[in-house]
């Protein structure tokens, strides 16, 4: 009895406009099984997911969403290349799942007719249906199919409705042979193209380009593909594609404004028919709310009110799981302090690794809180309200509204704020969005935030306790990043990069209600990569900067001056007998006694004889060499200061566990920290403000500072960015604390 070959896996790759809800309907499809990383070679992101449908498996490919396939960079040319089955490593496409707004058609099946192009089995997900109706719109979704000539599902992707419909369709049509597709150019084009890939045969081992290839060659002047192609030695290619341009634009088809044409005329003869519109457009909910959004002074009152209650949540929502954190932290040190014997190995345990690491991921739930609201606004349609609203205030300083999503995405990290920027057809203008993408507050910035507000700045309330002081203050961290960007950007675009300021055209998304599976997602992505980075980075640095403060360790040096006066505590302290209230203050003075030997073991060490050299250049910020310390080891990742200080300042042993679990640990330890050989507690309201506007300006990133030299292909640029932005953050340090304590006198 012969047994039947099981199905093969099939590769699907996913592709839309933005707004479409395309991420929606990857997520819903994949779930939790997906992976996320960069295409060898290039910067754009690689979305890729596992599916099954009554046993036969799909793999998923997410392309980045665009408007168009005409590839304009190495980054937009993955698209295509993955479509065509050109990369290694990328399986070749077996159908691709085009995501359509069911609600612009005319402008979603430009997209669709290049894809149909590449000769692909493909599906068509007719998506926001529900909106569509909403507005008024009847789609006859029968007929669309059969001028299309491809299967169409309606789906909702945020409510996941149609999705088996959706996988029968796209197994069903992997298995059999793309429908003919009539080429929407005309013929003087066509016969054109027909000559440059005979004239390109030979080319690519022989194996000829593919057409759509060929096609873009001719369409995008200048464009990637031509440059690309010339530079391998064709010698003569600019001058065959020079005439061939020539020559259609003396036929009436002049090049590249053929393609929209052609592609339109195409969509206007398959939608023929198709979409019923009512007499008049009804003004929807989302027309009222957006008169309110984008309206000049109360939409901006509404960005600054919004932006003002997710940091206050931030700040109150966390505390409940970071007490949590924080004390199963604290049980851990205790019980690897209690398992092993005083030494280096137990230091490093306790000191190095617990408290290092442990007191960065104090901080995640404050992350995964600020990552949900970023989510919930994204997935909702407003944060293109907020790029049109902020266009208006960005022209003044030289820029477009095409930089605030980039610069909206660096309050997440400035590593994909830093490759948003693509978007920017303008060089100069997408220069300065980079230079100046790093200054936002990413969330690594968020726990040094946290740690000096919470420890310094008092909770008081106002407005009948809706406004707190701590998230007030928070809030000012973030806007002192933005004020100080949109100065950067008006003084760059008035001298190194002077130009005129573009002009914006953006598409608002229809209002919808966010998906809870794609913000949870995004929401643990971020969070989840926030821990890797403490389980690598910070641990390395953490591991580093324990060594540099333990060793060498000298004992009989630096306990010989101590000696005599603990000798003489332990002989009075086994005297006392027990109950004796006296015995409270010789225990007190034996862990004042500790604490005193704990600072001579630090100074003595490689980190602090480098803290005590530095100190003179950081005294005025007021700071001493301890925080001096901690800002030099976190130039690799600004996060890497809370690990720092909590290694420096010796959490073992100088607190009670109450105290601990009531302050934290590390909060309670600055408050109680002094200047060497003084009683003047080393911070203060304006040492903290200092150390946070520092971090808040400063270039401490290494990651940062390799994408901008791969985004610019120049090292030029990175030390520009760390040389203007450590300056400014030194200079912003030194006026916060000095007129800060001017206002405190």
Avoid at 158 to 165: A, F, K, Q, Y
């Amino acid at each position: 009895m012969a047994i039947a070959a099981a199905p093969k896996s099939l590769t699907v790759a996913l592709i839309g406009n933005p707004n479409t809800g395309k991420s929606t309907l990857f997520n819903a499809l994949a779930g939790v099984r997906q992976r996320v990383g960069n295409y060898p070679g290039v910067t754009v992101e690689k979305k890729l997911g596992q599916m099954t449908h009554e046993g036969r498996h799909f793999s998923l490919v997410d392309l980045p969403g665009t408007y168009s396939l005409a590839p304009r960079s190495p980054d937009e040319m993955v698209a295509v290349d993955v479509l065509l089955g050109r990369r290694a490593d990328t399986a070749p496409a077996d159908a691709v799942l085009c995501i359509v707004d069911a609600s612009n058609l005319e402008r979603n099946l430009y997209l669709v007719s290049q894809v149909l192009d590449l000769g692909l089995p493909v599906v068509l997900a007719l998506n926001m249906t529900d909106l569509a109706r909403h507005r008024g719109l009847a789609i006859n979704v029968e007929l669309l199919a059969r001028q299309l000539g491809v299967r169409v599902v309606e789906v909702q992707a945020n409510r996941r409705r149609g999705l088996s419909e959706l996988k029968r369709a796209l197994a069903s049509v992997a298995d059999q042979p793309p429908r003919s597709h009539d080429n929407p150019f005309p013929q003087p084009f066509q016969q054109e193209v027909a000559a440059l890939e005979q004239s390109l045969s030979t080319w690519a081992n022989g194996g000829g380009l593919p057409r759509y290839l060929v096609e873009r060659l001719l369409l995008d002047t200048g464009g990637y593909v031509e440059g690309r192609l010339a530079g391998a030695g064709n010698s003569d290619l600019a001058e065959r594609l020079a005439a061939a341009r020539q020559r259609l634009a003396k036929a009436g088809f002049a090049v590249p404004a053929v393609e929209a044409m052609a592609r339109y005329g195409w969509v206007g003869r398959v939608l023929e028919g198709v979409v019923q519109r009512p007499l008049e457009r009804p003004v929807t909910l989302g027309d009222r709310i957006d008169r309110l959004l984008t309206h000049r002074v109360w939409g901006t009152a509404c960005f600054v009110l919004m932006m003002v209650i997710v940091f206050q949540s931030v700040f109150r929502w966390a505390e409940p799981l970071m007490g949590a954190i924080e004390a199963g932290q604290a049980l851990v040190g205790g019980w690897v302090e209690a398992a092993m014997a005083e030494g280096a190995l137990r230091s490093l345990l306790v000191d190095g690794l617990i408290g290092g690491v442990g007191g960065v991921l104090v901080f995640l739930p404050q992350i995964m809180i600020l990552f949900f609201f970023i989510a919930l606004l994204e997935d909702c349609g407003y944060m293109a309200r907020a790029a049109y609203l902020m266009d208006k205030l960005m022209v003044r300083v030289g820029l477009s509204g095409k930089s605030f999503i980039p610069m909206l995405s660096s309050f997440a990290c400035a590593v994909p704020g830093i490759m948003a920027t693509r978007v920017i057809e303008n060089r100069r203008d997408r220069l300065t969005t980079i230079l100046v993408a790093p200054l936002m507050s990413c969330s690594a910035r968020l726990p040094v935030y946290t740690l000096l507000v919470g420890a310094f700045i008092p909770p008081r309330t106002y407005a009948k306790g809706l406004l707190g002081l701590q998230g007030l203050t928070m809030t000012a961290m973030y806007l002192v990043g933005i004020v100080t960007a949109a100065v950067v950007a008006l003084v760059l675009k008035r001298t190194l990069l002077r130009g005129p300021t573009p002009a914006f055209v953006m598409e608002l998304p229809t209002y919808k209600l966010p998906a809870p599976a794609t913000v949870l997602y995004r929401m643990v992505e971020r969070g989840w990569a926030f821990v890797r980075r403490a389980g690598t980075l910070i641990v390395a640095v953490s591991i580093l900067v324990w060594a540099a403060l333990y060793y060498p360790h000298d004992s009989a040096t630096v306990e010989a001056p101590f000696q005599a006066k603990r000798a003489a505590l332990q002989r009075e302290l086994a005297a006392l007998p027990a109950g004796d209230p006296r015995r409270d203050d010789v225990a007190g003075q034996l862990d004042e006694l500790g604490n005193e030997i704990t600072g001579a073991y630090n100074r003595q060490s490689i980190l602090g004889r480098m803290g005590n050299w530095i100190e003179p250049a950081v005294r005025p910020l007021g700071w001493d060499w301890r925080i001096g310390c901690a800002a030099i080891a976190s130039f690799p990742a600004r996060e890497v200061v809370v690990a720092t200080l909590g290694i420096i300042y010796n959490l073992g042993g100088e607190l009670d566990v109450d105290e601990q679990l009531d302050r934290g640990r590390l909060q309670s330890a600055l408050q109680q920290a002094t200047w060497d050989g003084t009683d003047r507690p080393v911070f203060n309201i304006p040492v903290a403000l200092s150390l946070m506007v520092f971090f808040a300006l400063c270039a401490q990133c290494a990651s940062t500072l390799v994408i901008i030299k791969r985004e610019t292909n120049s090292w030029g640029w990175p030390v520009f960015t760390f040389v203007y932005m450590t300056v400014l953050a030194y200079v912003a340090a030194l006026l916060t604390y000095q007129v800060g304590m001017l206002l405190a006198a």
